[in-house]
């Protein structure tokens, strides 16, 4: 089993930055993918950024403001939110995915999620 911890989400200002952490831990040989995405109220979950290593794309929206990075030896994730905008206001959730030790497929597991909200 894997399991994620998130941490970092909160209330700010528009204009002002947070920084989200997702570590990963459990039955682990390696992870690929690590990203974030965010749901809304009344809205589909969507992707804001994700990391190969090698790779790295972010949603329009968030281009320019976000930065996701990773601690490999950690096997956190990252993401910096500069210049926050009230409609940055969602639930935020990591995603991995893990190839277990003893297996040749791999798996996706979700974060259990870590609001922001962006308000004055």
């Known amino acids: 089993q894997v399991q994620l911890v998130e941490s970092g989400g909160g209330l700010v200002q528009p204009g002002g930055s947070l920084r989200l952490s997702c570590a990963a831990s459990?039955?682990?040989?390696?992870?690929?993918?690590m990203g974030w995405y965010r749901q809304a109220p009344g809205k589909q979950r969507e992707l804001v950024a994700i990391?190969?290593?090698?790779?790295?794309n972010y949603s329009d929206s968030v281009k320019g403001r976000f930065t996701i990075s990773r601690d490999n030896a950690k096997k956190t994730v990252y993401l910096q939110m500069n210049s926050l905008k009230p409609e940055d206001t969602a639930v935020y959730y990591c995603?991995?995915?893990?190839?277990?030790?003893?297996?040749?497929?791999?798996?996706?597991?979700w974060g259990q999620g870590t609001q922001v909200t962006v308000s004055s």
């Open positions: 990391t190969s290593g090698d790779n790295t």
């Open positions: 459990g039955n682990i040989f390696s992870i690929n993918d």
């Open positions: 995603h991995v995915n893990v190839l277990p030790f003893g297996s040749s497929f791999r798996r996706g597991y």
